[in-house]
């Protein structure tokens, strides 16, 4: 009788131990699964913070450049005693404007907005110099404004002639008055962020209170 209770004890404790080892296993597989869900979602979060912080990068860029082209300043200059032109080029793949300069209260710089290489990738920059910087100057400070731009481009609207129909046009300059319009494109290298078109427009499309100086060959009285 003391031997077959023995023998249903141990089958017992066999038996619970089976039981534990099984009970052990599915907790591990449980561990591992909540595991990969938690590392999982930490990806995702990391991705859609690295998207929101790129995509309020963009904005911060285009809000930058509308500033300054809405405020850039007509100021009319003389290439010699037969041509003038308004201070503003705009190339296909660059602007260069002249606008009030935040830094420099009643003050005009001259700012080029452009690309510029930065590693394997390039970089959305403006330059500023100031109106009345010495010509020996160096370029100026530059401040970039986004980085991983892959291309970047300027299209100006407005009529090619006075009296003409306003079209897009890739390039302006050696023209008397600023575009009407500006449209600003880029890629970006992250394809999972996106730059929207910009279009911005002059706020001044004149300087009405020009009178120009023969000896410098630019508005005075301003």
Not at 180 to 192: K, N
């Amino acid at each position: 009788m003391s031997g077959a209770r023995q023998s249903c004890q141990s089958s017992e404790a066999g038996f619970t131990l089976i039981e534990l080892l099984i009970t052990l296993a599915l907790l591990s597989m449980l561990t591992v699964t909540l595991y990969g869900s938690i590392h999982y979602g930490e990806r995702i979060w990391e991705a859609s913070q690295s998207r929101a912080a790129n995509a309020e990068n963009v904005r911060y860029a285009q809000a930058q450049i509308a500033s300054i082209i809405a405020a850039a300043y007509p100021k009319i200059v003389s290439d010699d005693a037969l041509h003038s032109r308004v201070d503003f080029e705009g190339e296909p793949h660059m602007l260069r404007v002249l606008a009030p300069d935040a830094l420099l209260k009643g003050g005009l710089a001259r700012f080029a907005i452009r690309l510029e290489a930065a590693g394997a990738t390039s970089a959305l920059v403006v330059q500023r110099k100031l109106e009345l910087a010495p010509t020996t100057m160096s370029k100026g400070a530059a401040e970039v404004l986004l980085d991983h731009v892959s291309n970047l481009s300027f299209q100006y609207f407005g009529p090619e002639k006075p009296r003409a129909k306003p079209e897009w046009h890739d390039r302006w300059t050696g023209k008397m008055r600023p575009p009407l319009l500006v449209r600003v494109r880029a890629a970006l290298s992250d394809d999972r962020v996106t730059w929207p078109d910009l279009v911005a427009a002059p706020q001044i499309q004149g300087d009405v209170s020009c009178m120009v100086d023969a000896a410098s060959g630019a508005c005075g009285g301003r």
